[in-house]
């Protein structure tokens, strides 16, 4: 049975990633999820806030999740020590690359554009294998349109694109206008692939203090859904590499998204939640479900759902909507 799949030029063991989070933070968990099946390293981000040493800002994007949620506190490190700056960053990208051999894909979230630029170029002198831009761009102003948000994040992925010889990916929100079309744009700008997506956390009210507070709910498999039907409408639209990510808690959400056609799928919450020996026993049910449906080859997975390739495209359509509107019963 072959598993191995190429995601962002890079020959994988196998699809399915530890995604972006605090867990590169800790040696000993990387070493783990090594042990698990990891195939790559995907870093959380390097903030732009932490780059110009804005401790502030980068409080309010990250210092104040720290005990949002109970399952999982204890799996992130203290603010002072997850907060890297650039320098920090780097030699744990170096370590983790000569401790395990295996790739790493860096990850970006800038402000300003010479940001953006001047940090890539920076990850990849020191190693990283890929790239992987988190764009995280909120219009919260009436002046800001959609196509402003739009061209803002092409030019900066062009610039990017154009500064470093690493692959790039854009981590996109589901929030544009049009998903498919900023896709095939990214796509003749020569960027590598998509990561379907980040996710904004939402503020939460509290009644006690009358503060508006960050809150962090890890993902769940209802948020796969949303990730399932821009894959399988992506799929066959773009020939670049497509990775999932978020929603992905079991082997069946792994089976799930290569079938709509990701290329690599990216799991976070359910190693917080179950532990870096989670990845083997996902790894494990995707084998078992693939000898029990008669797949030898993951790529004979990919994609074997996808809009066109489904028994019924409007599934992914209006259609589906009608339809589960007249399912429902009180």
Known sequence: MNLTTTYLGLKLANPLLPGASPMVDNMDTVRRLQDAGAPAFVMHSLFAEQIEGNAAAFDRHVGRWEESFAEASSMFPDTSD???GPEEYL?????????TGLPVIA???GTKLGSWVDHARHIEKAGADALELNTYFLATQCSV???????RLVEIAKAVRSAVNIPVAVKLSPFYTSVAHLAGWLEEEKIDGLVLFNRFFQPEIDLDSLEVRPHLDLSGSEDLRLR??????????V???LSCSGGVQSADDVVKSLLAGADTVQTVAALLRRGPGELAVM????RRWMEE??????????????QRRCPDPEAYERGNYLRSLQLWRE
Do not use: P
């Open 82 to 84: 997850y907060a890297l």
């Open 239 to 241: 020939s670049f590499n």
């Open 293 to 306: 449906h008669e797949y030898q080859d993951v790529h004979e997975m990919r994609g074997a759902l996808s």
């Open 107 to 109: 990850s970006l979230n």
């Open 145 to 151: 349109t959609g196509a402003d948000l739009e061209t």
């Open 283 to 286: 790894l494990a049910g995707l």
């Open 228 to 237: 399932l039907r821009w894959l399988g409408l992506l799929r066959d639209q």
């Open 91 to 99: 030699e744990r990208l170096a370590t983790i690359k000569r401790a």
